[in-house]
Structure formats: C-alpha cells, structure tokens
C-alpha cells in the first residue's frame, strides 16, 4: 500500500461516498449490554453521502437497545470485486421520524413491517458519520495480481493499492 492520505471536508466526503456508493449492504457494529461486540448486515440506503448515514430497523432489535446504552457504532464495508474496503466510525440515534421513513421507504421493506411506512415497529437509525479508513486497489484486477506477486517476491517494496482516512467531524 502507498503512504497513507488523510483526507477532510469536502474532498473527504466525496472520497468517502464513492467508495461505499455501489456497496449495498454494510456491517453494523454496535457495543452489546455485556460489553461484547455485535455485529450484523444492514442496508443503506442510497442517498448522497453528507456525512450522515441512513437505515431502517426494528424497535424490537437488540441494536436498538444497544444504541440507546452507548451511541458509538462502527460500520464495515467491503467490495472484494474491486478491491475497496472502508471502516466508518460514527455516533447513531434512532427516531420515528415519519418524513424520514417515508423517504427512504421501499416497498421491499414491507417484508420486514407487514404494516408499511406506518408500521408501529419502523424505526430510523442515524448514523453521523466522525471518521473512515479505506483500502482500496489501484489496478485492474489483472494488474493486482501481477503486483501482489511482484509485493511478494520484493517483501512488499511494490504499491498495490491506496490506504487512507477521512475526518468527517
């Protein structure tokens, strides 16, 4: 990987929306009761990245417990087909908040609230985003595996790749 670039206002946001742009599902980390980690997939939803992140969820999911005890979450995305993966560090609270809930409904979801855009158990899940890491390849996936083999016969003196960091608060 190259040096490192930080990455802020701005120019760190559009970086930041372009890499999790075509990356439908994340992992949504959150600190349980007995101080453990929990982890599980949760669907963003397809808005242009300011900063804030958006999700629909359950009142009754353990996450929503979770959030409520300590706000701080973590949210892991990865796209193997090229290469990009990028770590969100941020703080999230839930609303019903019916205007949010009725612009990021998607009639898919009534899958999950039989009741629709008004279903007593919807409930929003933002998440401000503070900071991010990326990784991500440079190449075509041709050219990556002719650099991975060059980083691995030079013990890594070969750039395969970007790895940097936003600061979004």
């Known amino acids: 990987m190259s040096e490192a670039k930080e990455l802020t206002g701005p ?3 559009k970086k930041l929306g372009s890499l999790i742009a075509e990356i439908r599902f ?6 349980a009761q007995d101080g453990t980690i929990d982890s599980r997939p ?13 999700f629909l969820t359950a009142r ?4 929503v417990d979770e ?3 300590d706000e701080h979450v973590a949210l892991m995305y990865a796209d193997p087909r090229n290469q990009s ?10 609303s019903r908040d019916k205007a949010k809930i009725h612009e990021l409904w998607n009639p ?3 899958a999950w609230f039989p009741g629709g855009e008004d279903d007593p158990q919807i409930r929003v899940l933002r998440v ?3 900071e991010a890491e990326y990784w991500e390849a440079s190449d075509s996936k041709i050219v990556r595996s002719l650099k991975y083999l060059a980083a691995a016969a030079t013990r890594g003196a070969v750039d395969v790749g970007t790895h940097g960091t936003v600061s979004v608060r």
Do not use: C, I
């Open 60 to 63: 009754d999911s353990r996450k």
């Open 26 to 31: 994340a992992m949504l980390t959150t600190v």
């Open 11 to 13: 120019e760190g946001l």
């Open 128 to 130: 401000d985003v503070d």
């Open 42 to 54: 949760m669907a963003t939803q397809k808005k242009e990245f300011d900063g804030v992140l958006w």
């Open 108 to 110: 898919m979801y009534k």
């Open 85 to 94: 993966y990028v770590t969100v560090k941020g703080r999230a609270n839930l």
């Open 67 to 69: 959030v409520a005890a």
